[in-house]
């Protein structure tokens, strides 16, 4: 069996890059943050549409369901995972 120190594979790429393009392993660009700002401009107009659906089913119509409260624990849900 061969001993090899993978330590020596840091800062090896996987393959040659195509022509004019110059590998950047040391800070390479990335796009993890998108889905967090997705969500960060979509949850003030998914909360503008909760408190609509609530006013109506509170002050309109005096009914309060379960349905309104599994969605009032989702949305809650939702806002920790943003934040």
Do not use: C, W
């Not at 790429?13 to 022509?19: E, F, K, L, N, T």
């Not at 998914?46 to 609509?52: A, E, H, K, Y």
């Amino acid at each position: 069996m061969v001993n090899i120190d993978l330590s020596q594979f840091d800062n090896v790429p996987a393959g040659m890059p195509p022509p004019g393009v110059t590998p950047n392993l040391i800070d390479p660009p990335s796009r993890a943050a998108l889905p967090k700002y997705f969500a960060l401009t979509t949850l003030p107009l998914m909360l503008v549409f909760l408190f609509l659906r609530l006013y109506t089913r509170v002050a309109i119509t005096r009914k309060f369901g379960i349905d309104d409260g599994e969605l009032d624990l989702t949305v809650y849900h939702l806002s920790l995972f943003v934040y």
